[in-house]
Structures are given as structure tokens and as C-alpha cells.
């Protein structure tokens, strides 16, 4: 089993849409998550981290749930500025490197 | 205030031949991060070093990769005698002191080999 899994996509959706994604880790001692934003080959930037309480960031909502092993990014009211690959990212401990999911590409279309 | 510098932005080689990439990190960071990315694939972690010294390399190819981070000048990565495979974009990461949490990464250095 992977260490971080994502559905790889493409989600399309219309522009106004509300839009979901999941991404499940295997190592449940995981300490740390987080969701970074690729456009087109270009570097990863950090979008949001993720934290047990949840946590909300304007249309950006994230969520933990340590009992399934998943994270999960909700997109609501979707623009096509928000068009990119969407990495879910875990740090299984404190001295241990990032490790990233393959992504998933989502495309909001006018 | 520069962000992670790297160059080149593209390198194209043919089999055989050297590659060299570079990584300046942001001012004030002292720990660089190595990634790899294969077409279609997600970032794959390769080493992690401070100044001149190597931190966590177990994600480098045992044969034809090294890295380094000298006391002056950027961290280099180095591929010899370059396959096919070893086609990818390189992103390079910066933090401050300790494993970091927040990465901020280069625009990567994109490698064609011929």
C-alpha cells in the first residue's frame, strides 16, 4: 500500500461548483498533513496545513480524520484560477522528509 | 527578498554526459531538500542536507547521484553518466533550521536527456 494515495483525476467542474477531494495515508502514527497546489509542472506551493480541529482558509476547507486515515480539501464556489493539481503531503514524523501523493488535477471550466 | 534559486531552468544532455544542478536557498535558510519528479508521477524525496553535511540521503539512487551543500555557494546535485530514466524535474526546497514543515520550493530544473 501506498504511503499517501489521491484519485489522480481529472475532476472537471463547472465554475460556481462546490468540488471534494480525498487523500488517505497508511502510516497512522502520522504526525503532520498538508495540501500544496502545482500548476503545470511548476513548483509546489503550500496551500493550506491540516489540522485535527479542521480548518478554513476563504473557499478552502480542510479536514482530518485520524480514525479513517484520510484528509480531505473542499473547494467551494470553484474559479477557474483554482484550476491545478492539488498534493496531499504528510509528515510521518518529526525528523522523517515530506512525503507527497501523486496529486489530483482538477479543471474548472466557464 | 529572493525565493529558492535554481538553475538551470532546463538542461538537456545525452546519455553519458554529466548533470549538474544548482540550488541557492531562501536567506536565512540553512537546509536544502532535494525532490524528483517523473512524468506523470508525484515528488519523490532524495536527500536532505545543511552546510556540508548530509542529513538524510535515503532517497538517492545508490550509483551516479551525489549531493552537496558547501559552506559558501548553492547546494549541487550531481548525476553521472545520465540514462533516459534520470529524465524529470528536479525541485530543490529550502528551510530554516530543522526538518521544516513548510517547504518553499525552486521553479525546479527540468532534465532531458537525449
Known amino acids: 500500500r501506498k504511503e499517501v494515495e489521491q484519485d489522480p483525476g481529472p475532476f472537471n467542474v463547472p465554475e460556481g461548483a462546490t468540488v471534494a477531494f480525498n487523500c488517505t495515508y497508511s502510516n497512522s502514527a502520522s504526525q503532520s498533513f498538508f495540501w500544496y497546489r502545482q500548476d503545470c509542472r511548476k513548483e509546489p506551493k503550500l496551500l493550506m496545513s491540516v489540522y485535527s480541529s479542521g480548518n478554513e482558509d476563504g473557499r478552502f476547507t480542510a479536514q482530518l480524520n485520524r480514525a479513517s486515515q484520510y484528509i480531505s480539501l473542499l473547494i467551494r464556489d470553484s474559479k477557474l484560477s483554482d484550476s491545478a493539481t492539488y498534493l496531499c503531503v504528510v509528515i510521518i514524523s518529526g525528523n522523517t522528509p515530506l512525503v507527497f501523493g501523486k496529486g489530483t488535477r482538477l479543471s474548472v471550466i466557464a | 527578498n529572493a525565493g529558492v534559486m535554481q538553475n538551470p531552468r532546463h538542461l538537456v544532455r545525452r546519455r553519458g554526459q554529466e548533470a549538474r544542478l544548482r540550488c541557492s536557498p531562501m536567506?536565512?535558510?540553512?537546509?536544502v531538500y532535494w525532490y524528483r519528479q517523473l512524468p506523470e508521477e508525484g515528488l519523490k524525496f532524495m536527500v536532505y542536507?545543511?552546510?556540508?553535511?548530509?542529513?538524510?540521503e535515503s532517497g538517492m539512487p545508490k550509483e551516479r547521484f551525489s549531493a552537496e551543500f558547501p559552506k559558501e555557494g548553492p547546494s549541487i546535485l550531481r548525476i553521472q553518466q545520465v540514462v533516459r530514466g534520470d529524465s524529470a524535474a528536479y525541485f530543490c526546497?529550502?528551510?530554516?533550521?530543522?526538518?521544516?514543515?513548510?517547504?518553499?520550493f525552486g521553479s525546479g530544473t527540468q532534465l532531458s536527456v537525449l
Open positions: 542536507l545543511q552546510k556540508e553535511n548530509i542529513i538524510d
Open positions: 526546497a529550502s528551510s530554516p533550521p530543522g526538518w521544516g514543515e513548510k517547504l518553499f
Open positions: 536567506k536565512g535558510h540553512s537546509h
